[in-house]
C-alpha cells in the first residue's frame, strides 16, 4: 500500500553543527517563518504615524496628534530594525543565482532607506514636539516613506506569491543550495541516447544534503539520504516547487510549497496535492568518479 503522508523522522545532522540561532531567526521551531510574521508591526505604526499626521492637519486643535505621530514612528522604527534581524536571513538563504535574489536585494535596500527617511524624520520632530501643527519637511518626509514602504511591501508580497522565498523553508533543517551546479553533457546527442554526466560536486555532499544540478536545461536535485545519492527531477509535478530546497523525511522529499512527498528511489507521489510522479536519474560510479545517466529528451520544464 503506498505510503499516505512523509514520516516525521527529523532529518540527518550535517555534522557541521546545528546553527541554532539561525534555525530560530527563520522560524524552524515555530515552523513558520518570522519575518513575515513581524512586519506587520513597522507598517501599522507607520501607517498609524502618517494617518496622525493627516488628522493634526484637519483638526489643528486637537492635542496630542503630533505627539501621538512621533511616538508610533518611533515604535516603527525600532520594530522595523526587529523585523529587519530575520529578514537578513531569510536573505542570506536565497540562492544565488534564484531571479528573486534580485527582487529581495531591492526590498532590502527600499527598507534601509524606509529606515533612514524615518529616522531622520524621528530626528526633526524631536526638536518641535510641543509645535501645534506639523512643518513641511517632516510631513513630505512621511510622504516619501510611506510611498517608499508601499512600494517595498508590493515586492516583499512578490517574493512571496511569484517566486515562492522563504516559502516552507522553515521546515528544511539542513542548508539549501547556494547555487545551481551547470553541466553539459559535452557533446550533442541524439533522441533516447543516455550519457554519463560526472558531478564531482556530489562527493561532497552531507547526509540530508542537495545539490541543484543543471545538465544542458534538464534540472535535477541530487540528494543524500543515509549515505546514498539520488537524483530526480527538481521541479514538483505539482506547482513545480523547487524540490532541492525541500526537506528530507527518511526516503521521501517534501515540497517546499505545498507538501507533496516523493520517494526518492521511485519518484512515486506518496502524498499529495502532486498526482504525477517524479522523474528520476541514475546515479553511478565510473572510473572512479561519480555522476548521473541522463537520457536525451526529457520534457521536464526547466
Ligand atoms: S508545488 Fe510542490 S506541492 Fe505544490
Redesign the pocket.
Known amino acids: 500500500m503506498a505510503q499516505t503522508r512523509c514520516s516525521r523522522r527529523r532529518q540527518p545532522s550535517t555534522g557541521i553543527g546545528e546553527p541554532v540561532l539561525k534555525d530560530l531567526l527563520e522560524g524552524k521551531p515555530l515552523r513558520h517563518p518570522i519575518h513575515p510574521m513581524l512586519v506587520h508591526f513597522p507598517i501599522g505604526f507607520l501607517v498609524l504615524s502618517f494617518l496622525l499626521d493627516l488628522v493634526s492637519l484637519v483638526f489643528p486643535d486637537v492635542p496630542g496628534l503630533l505627539g501621538g505621530s512621533f511616538y508610533a514612528m518611533l515604535l516603527g522604527i525600532i520594530a522595523a530594525l526587529l523585523a529587519a534581524v530575520p529578514g537578513i536571513v531569510d536573505y542570506s538563504e536565497i540562492r544565488r543565482d534564484h531571479p528573486g535574489k534580485v527582487v529581495a536585494t531591492r526590498h532590502m535596500i527600499l527598507n534601509l532607506m524606509v529606515v533612514a527617511i524615518y529616522g531622520i524624520n524621528l530626528w526633526i520632530r524631536s526638536s518641535a514636539l510641543s509645535d501645534p501643527k506639523i512643518s513641511l519637511l517632516p510631513f513630505l518626509l512621511s510622504i516619501i516613506g510611506i510611498g517608499l514602504l508601499s512600494v517595498s511591501g508590493y515586492l516583499g508580497g512578490r517574493l512571496v506569491y511569484d517566486e515562492g522565498i522563504a516559502v516552507g523553508r522553515h521546515k528544511r533543517r539542513t542548508p539549501t543550495p547556494q547555487e545551481t551546479i551547470r553541466l553539459s553533457t559535452g557533446h550533442a546527442t541524439k533522441d533516447g541516447e543516455t550519457t554519463f554526466v560526472p558531478i564531482p560536486e556530489a562527493e561532497q555532499l552531507g547526509n540530508g544534503e542537495t545539490l541543484r544540478v543543471e545538465i544542458d536545461k534538464l534540472v535535477m536535485t541530487i540528494a543524500r539520504i543515509d549515505n546514498q545519492l539520488y537524483a530526480f527531477q527538481e521541479f514538483?509535478?505539482?506547482?513545480?516547487?523547487p524540490?532541492s530546497e525541500g526537506s528530507l523525511h527518511g526516503f521521501n522529499v517534501q515540497?517546499?510549497?505545498?507538501?507533496?512527498c516523493f520517494d526518492v528511489r521511485t519518484g512515486k507521489v506518496t502524498n499529495?496535492?502532486?498526482k504525477v510522479d517524479l522523474k528520476t536519474f541514475k546515479i553511478e560510479k565510473r572510473d572512479g568518479k561519480v555522476g548521473v545517466l541522463v537520457t536525451k529528451d526529457h520534457d521536464q520544464k526547466t
Open positions: 514538483c509535478t505539482h506547482r513545480f516547487g524540490l515540497c517546499p510549497w505545498h507538501n507533496s499529495g496535492p502532486a
